[in-house]
Structures are given as structure tokens and as C-alpha cells.
């Protein structure tokens, strides 16, 4: 039986996992440099631990306990915890709304304005002091951010820190979530039609596929792509995307010494079978990727379970399922690019992904 998303039945409802993975807490200095290439095995029996950074829960915007614009940690145990290497207040810079745009496991984000120019920004706020906080991986977020520079992902602004909260100022996305998206189109068509058109499911995975190939050229794989985490800039039919949440990303060169991550990372639905098998490459992205697909023409995954690890079983078996009644209406080229991109044997790269004919038909 088809499972169409609603809010009850969701794909965006289990968590983001790092398995057997222990962050080092080192304290980062003021340019931010530190090894982004850590990735410690814990004990097997380790249980799941979600991923802390892609919305923040509702916590209080903090003063800064420092008493000017940029100082020093104001104690030896504040030093000890700080993820930048400064302290500083965000309200000499921004005006921070209270009203709260989303919310996840560790903070909050809302919108902010620029007190001299009065543009709007985001700013995500992450508690310190949560345990499931690492600060080397926030160090490691912050750090990717400020180095990528792409149409199709959030652009990075400002960043500040005080004794008990990180803030991240980010570019404003006002469109909202993809997966917000596929909710609405899924429950307004029948079980027969297909969820976005293949025209607009194809300018949305080209953008997509686009950010990544840019990632990818910079050593960077996201390892966490799904509807959750690609957001609309603004409210219009034909808005631009954004991929957001960088707090699984990391720097790997496959070319270049360790061949392979090792590390179970991502959300449940768009993990690959490598990544379970932990031992894959950059293209754990393209995988996601031909997930985020399907579920763009169906509505529902194409690997489904009513836990975590009948999600894996299913993935680890790979019976790719194409049902007359949606696929029957939809061209032989999008199921051709599906099933490239959802090949455990793919070899293909963003660019050539971007060079099937499924883009030159839609």
C-alpha cells in the first residue's frame, strides 16, 4: 500500500543520526581552524544521536555578558567552552525579533535586522551547554558556511558568540520548507497523479544538483540532503533554493588519503546503502538526491519501513518500485534518472547527473 506524507505520517519526523561518531571539543581560535576531517568510532552499541544543528529549539536570545562590542571570554571555564575564540554581543550589530521562524532540537531561529542598514537576516541560535551539542562540529559548521559562496545555498553573513549561545546570521529565506511543499501537493492529488509536475520537479533538482556540484569541487559533502533542509527565498511560484544545514557537512577528497567516510550520518530515508555499509564517498549526495526526487513525482520515499531499521532493511535490499498508477503518467526519462541516481553501483557526479536527458525534455 502507497504511503502518501502527511503531517501524521512524515518523512521529516525521524531523526538525523550520527552513529559510532565522537566529535574532539577542541577549542577553536579566532580564525576558526581546526581539523575537519574527525571521524572517531565509538562502541557498536552506541545508541543513535540526532542531529543538533539543523533547526534550533525556542531558546532565549542571551545578552552577552561581556561588557563591550568584541572581548575575551570572561572566565577561564567560559574560555574553555567557546566555539569562535571571541566573545561578542549580537545586539550592537542586530535587532533580534522575537518571534521564532523554526525550531529543532538545541535552539532557535528568527529573524534579525541589521541595526545601520536595516536589511533582514536570519539568525540561528544554538544553547552551548546542551549535551547533545559538540562544539567541534559547530566550529566545523560555522566553518564550511563562511567558506562557500553559491546562488543555491545560504549564504553565510555574521557570527557571534557569548557565555552560553552561538548565533549564526544567515541571508532570510521566506518561501519556506520544499518538504512543506510536497505535504500540500501530496494531500490536494490522488494517489494516481503525480505530486509536483515533472517540469517543476526538474528545475528544482537541477538547482539542487547544482549546489552540490559546487560542494563537491570544494571537498565538501553534505551528507544530510532531504525536503527538510532546502528552503524557497521567497514565496513565489518560481522562487530560487537554498540548501541549508551544514551541521553533518564535512570535508572529504576522496583522491586525496582516506578513500572513504566512515560514519553513519544523515536522516533515515535518504541514507545510502554505503553509508550503512560505512563506506562511501561524496556520493551518498547524489543518492539522497534521486530520493529527494521520487518523493518530488510520488509523494511518498522510495525506501519505506515503520521504524528506522525497517527503513534500512529496505534500503539495503534495493527493490526500486515504480507503480503504474503514478509512473504510468510520468516519462520514461524521469524513472531513468531516478534509477541512476538510486543505483548502488552509480558512479556518476553531480555534473553528469545534470547532463541526463530527463532535463532536456522537462
Not at 512524515?10 to 580564525?31: R, Y
Not at 564517498?281 to 511518498?300: E, N
Request: glycine letters at 6%; hydrophobic letters at 35%.
Amino acid at each position: 500500500m502507497t504511503a502518501h506524507i502527511t503531517k501524521d505520517y512524515s518523512i521529516g519526523t525521524a531523526f538525523n543520526m550520527v552513529l559510532d561518531e565522537i566529535m574532539t571539543e577542541e577549542v577553536i581560535d579566532n580564525s576558526m581552524a581546526m581539523n575537519t576531517n574527525v571521524d572517531c568510532n565509538s562502541p557498536r552499541d552506541q545508541p543513535p544521536v540526532a542531529d543538533c544543528y539543523a533547526t534550533p529549539l525556542a531558546v532565549p536570545i542571551s545578552p552577552c555578558t561581556s561588557t563591550s562590542e568584541e572581548s575575551s571570554p570572561a572566565s577561564p571555564d567560559a574560555a574553555a567552552m567557546s566555539i569562535t575564540g571571541k566573545f561578542s554581543d549580537i545586539e550592537y550589530k542586530y535587532h533580534v525579533h522575537s518571534q521564532v521562524l523554526g525550531t529543532g532540537f538545541h535552539g532557535s531561529v528568527r529573524e534579525c535586522t541589521d541595526l545601520i542598514t536595516g536589511k533582514r537576516y536570519a539568525v540561528k541560535t544554538v544553547r552551548k551547554s546542551d549535551p547533545g551539542v559538540k562544539h567541534g562540529s559547530l566550529a566545523r559548521e560555522i566553518m564550511l558556511l563562511q567558506e562557500i559562496n553559491h546562488e543555491s545555498i545560504l549564504q553565510f553573513v555574521d557570527v557571534f558568540e557569548d557565555e552560553n549561545y552561538v548565533h549564526i546570521v544567515t541571508e532570510l529565506c521566506q518561501g519556506g520548507e520544499l518538504f512543506d511543499k510536497i505535504v500540500e501537493k501530496a494531500n490536494k492529488n490522488d494517489s494516481s497523479n503525480a505530486c509536483f509536475a515533472e517540469g517543476e520537479a526538474a528545475r528544482i533538482i537541477a538547482q539542487v544538483l547544482k549546489a552540490v556540484s559546487y560542494m563537491h569541487e570544494c571537498g565538501i559533502v553534505h551528507r544530510d540532503l532531504k525536503p527538510e533542509n532546502i528552503l524557497f527565498e521567497t514565496k513565489d511560484e518560481d522562487s530560487p533554493l537554498k540548501i541549508i544545514d551544514f551541521g553533518l557537512a564535512r570535508k572529504h577528497y576522496g583522491d586525496l588519503g582516506e578513500p572513504y567516510m566512515k560514519t553513519i550520518a544523515g536522516t533515515p530515508y535518504y541514507i545510502s546503502p554505503e553509508v550503512l555499509r560505512k563506506r562511501y564517498d561524496r556520493s551518498c549526495d547524489l543518492w539522497a538526491i534521486g530520493v529527494v526526487a521520487y518523493i518530488l513525482l510520488t509523494g511518498y520515499p522510495p525506501f519505506n519501513g515503520d521504524t528506522d531499521f525497517d527503513i534500512q532493511q529496505a534500503i539495503r535490499k534495493g527493490d526500486l518500485i515504480f507503480e503504474r498508477k503514478v509512473w504510468s503518467r510520468l516519462s520514461k526519462d524521469s524513472r531513468d534518472f531516478i534509477k541512476m541516481l538510486l543505483d548502488s553501483d552509480n558512479t556518476c557526479e553531480a555534473d553528469d547527473a545534470l547532463r541526463h536527458a530527463w532535463f532536456a525534455r522537462a
